[in-house]
């Protein structure tokens, strides 16, 4: 008997699944490595200061602190390096941009995330961009590959992960969930955008967006993130991974010429660098109706729960809110409202099955 059987071994079912084991419970991971995962393509950057008016991200001043020291922690435990702390540059588009910042600055509520606001032109390699920009801090990138790895190696040499598809009609429900020949408390969902083929799940109203991005090889190094519009993010070997595109109509996973185009017209605008192309990556990111995860228990069978719709944003949001999550679990402390199932009843669709 394991207390929690987790499906999926993404960021999201990775994560919960060391929060858990952290606290002493006994898990077990299924996972097909077969199927896509947004994890697998994932860029990995974790950035507190985000779209276009250059604002906080939700909770950042909770998530940020707390999803560095995870990493970290995790990383020593395994022995592996897979947190890249890193400056991330964003350059103001105006000069009405830049005299915002200056205020925002002045105010201090910024000073955690912000090294340096330049406020003349900024000279990177040969480029200029004319009205400067903000420097931050508490960003960079993990590694979600090698995290990934790392993990399941961890998860086995403890006989917790099972490579296997999960077949959702050999549930079987009681006082306990019984799995095939596996006993469990609690079984919780954790499969990304295949939360689509959950039948208890599945109706929660997610709204999946495909992403591509490119691997390019570059003449010169990169020593900071770049980040507006676009993101380029320093690889091994003078690589940098660009991207990343959003798209909600076509959910496949076919590399597009569209994609292709609009990131490489980014890219030279942004550099001007000369580049070639390595590898065009797409996958499926598992946000929802109003850009908030979902983390709970099924209403009516609590043996049932879910740990999904990370977004774009899976790896700074996983760890604090798996933490959140195990503490409901194990202490019946209450989720975050923005988080609860529930809340979509408010929004669009309903979560009825
Ligand atoms: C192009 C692109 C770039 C991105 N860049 C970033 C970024 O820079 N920073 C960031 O934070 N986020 C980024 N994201 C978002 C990030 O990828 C997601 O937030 C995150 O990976 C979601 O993780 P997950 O574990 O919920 O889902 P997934 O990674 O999709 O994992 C789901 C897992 O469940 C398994 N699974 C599903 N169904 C079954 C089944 N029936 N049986 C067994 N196993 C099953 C799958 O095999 C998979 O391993 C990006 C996404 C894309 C597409």
């Known amino acids: 008997m394991v207390d929690f059987l987790i499906v999926g071994q993404g960021i999201a079912g990775s994560v919960l699944a060391l929060q858990l084991l952290k606290r002493g419970k006994r898990v077990l991971v299924i996972n097909n490595k077969k199927i896509n995962s947004a994890s697998n393509v994932a860029a990995g950057i974790y950035n507190p200061i985000t779209g276009r008016a250059m604002v906080k991200t939700w909770l950042a001043d909770t998530l940020f602190p707390y999803c560095t020291s995870f990493y970290q922690e995790i990383s020593q435990m395994l022995g592996v390096q897979f947190l890249h702390p890193m400056p991330i540059f964003r350059p103001f588009l105006t000069a009405q941009e ?21 406020g003349s032109a900024y000279h ?79 109706p929660l109203p997610f709204c999946l967006v495909k992403g591509e991005l490119l691997l390019v ?59 070639t192309i390595c590898e065009q990556r797409t996958g499926i990111r598992p946000a929802t109706f109003d850009r908030r995860p979902f983390i709970g228990l099924d209403p009516c069978y609590p043996q049932l729960g879910i740990f999904n719709g990370l977004g774009t944003k899976g790896v700074s949001l996983a760890p604090y809110l798996a933490k959140r999550f195990v503490e409901y679990l194990l202490l019946q402390k209450e989720l975050p409202i923005e988080v609860q199932l529930g809340r979509s009843r408010l929004g669009k669709g309903t979560y009825v099955h």
């Not at 109509?249 to 890219?267: G, I, M, V």
Request: aromatic share 12%.
């Open 98 to 118: 830049r005299s915002k910042w200056m205020e925002r600055a002045r105010t201090g509520s910024y000073d955690d995330f912000v090294e340096r606001v330049v």
């Open 124 to 202: 990177q390699g040969n480029m200029v961009y004319p009205y400067g920009g903000i420097i931050l801090k508490q960003s960079g990138y993990l590694d979600v590959k090698s995290f990934l790895r790392a993990t399941r190696t961890h998860l086995e040499a403890q006989d917790a992960y099972v490579e296997a598809n999960f077949v959702y009609d050999h549930i079987r429900l009681g006082s306990h969930v019984d799995y095939q020949h596996i006993k469990a408390h609690q079984i919780i969902f954790c499969e990304g955008s295949h939360v689509k083929n959950n039948p208890f799940f599945g």
């Open 217 to 275: 090889a570059l003449q010169q190094p990169l020593r900071i993130i770049y980040n507006r519009c676009i993101f380029v993010l320093p690889q091994a070997e003078n690589r940098a991974l660009v991207g990343a595109t959003y798209d909600r109509q076509d959910l496949s996973l076919t590399p597009t010429e569209k994609a292709r185009q609009l990131l490489e017209k980014n890219l030279r605008s942004t550099f001007k660098l000369s580049y």
